[in-house]
T-cell receptor, first 115, second 114 residues
Framework: AQSVTQLGSHVSVSEGALVLLRCNYSSSVPPYLFWYVQYPNQGLQLLLKYTSAATLVKGINGFEAEFKKSETSFHLTKPSAHMSDAAEYFCAVRTSGAGSYQLTFGKGTKLSVIP | DAMVIQNPRYQVTQFGKPVTLSCSQTLNHNVMYWYQQKSSQAPKLLFHYYDKDFNNEADTPDNFQSRRPNTSFCFLDIRSPGLGDAAMYLC?????????????FGNGTRLTVT
């Protein structure tokens, strides 16, 4: 079964520092991977998705992620953290299920940005 | 803007008292999903509609039901809420159920059970 594992439930960075949120996937077939962001008391917003077209995927708000098959990873990065990036981030993979492909989430990583 | 709208944002119900949460969408997507998200946890899929076809996850309790009267609306009914059902309930849509179709989420309804 396909799944994702997010390393680190909580990450703190200083404003202006590099953001690195880790996600590893487990899949026997090429995965379709997504990163979502969730601000407090809100729904999830799509940051970016990997669908095998390019290994380096650029998303919104300056985030990007690189698909590395050899490392089974899809880590999310941003060169310079902003206070507004403080949120919870979920890595997700499309998995086959009843009727269609379902979206299965990792446990999430809460990002804190220190001024 | 096309979007997924959930009402209400906050819902308080009493233990055992039926409650209905609503979701509407202007994206004209044919797939609609209901997720349950408990505090500090990942969203968990309860069920989804692919067009009119209802698909229940194997571990979704019978206490949870859903209705989709038309393409735009979907409802989550909790027949007898327990304290353990307190959570954020997220509605999402997608165009088709393919692997590369992203989900579009509403802002959720936070359910409190007293």
């Amino acid at each position: 079964a396909q799944s994702v594992t997010q390393l680190g439930s909580h990450v703190s960075v200083s404003e202006g520092a590099l953001v690195l949120l880790r996600c590893n996937y487990s899949s026997s077939v090429p995965p379709y991977l997504f990163w979502y962001v969730q601000y407090p008391n809100q729904g999830l917003q799509l940051l970016l998705k990997y669908t095998s077209a390019a290994t380096l995927v650029k998303g919104i708000n300056g985030f990007e992620a690189e698909f590395k098959k050899s490392e089974t990873s899809f880590h999310l990065t941003k060169p310079s953290a902003h206070m507004s990036d403080a949120a919870e981030y979920f890595c997700a993979v499309r998995t086959s299920g009843a009727g269609s492909y379902q979206l299965t989430f990792g446990k999430g990583t809460k990002l804190s940005v220190i001024p | 803007d096309a979007m997924v709208i959930q009402n209400p944002r906050y819902q308080v119900t009493q233990f055992g008292k039926p409650v209905t949460l609503s979701c509407s969408q202007t994206l004209n997507h044919n797939v609609m999903y209901w997720y349950q998200q408990k505090s500090s946890q990942a969203p968990k899929l309860l069920f989804h509609y692919y067009d009119k076809d209802f698909n229940n996850e194997a571990d979704t309790p019978d206490n949870f039901q859903s209705r989709r009267p038309n393409t735009s609306f979907c409802f989550l009914d909790i027949r007898s809420p327990g304290l353990g059902d307190a959570a954020m309930y997220l509605c999402a849509t997608s165009r088709g159920g393919g692997k590369d179709s992203p989900l579009h989420f509403g802002n959720g309804t936070r359910l409190t059970v007293t």
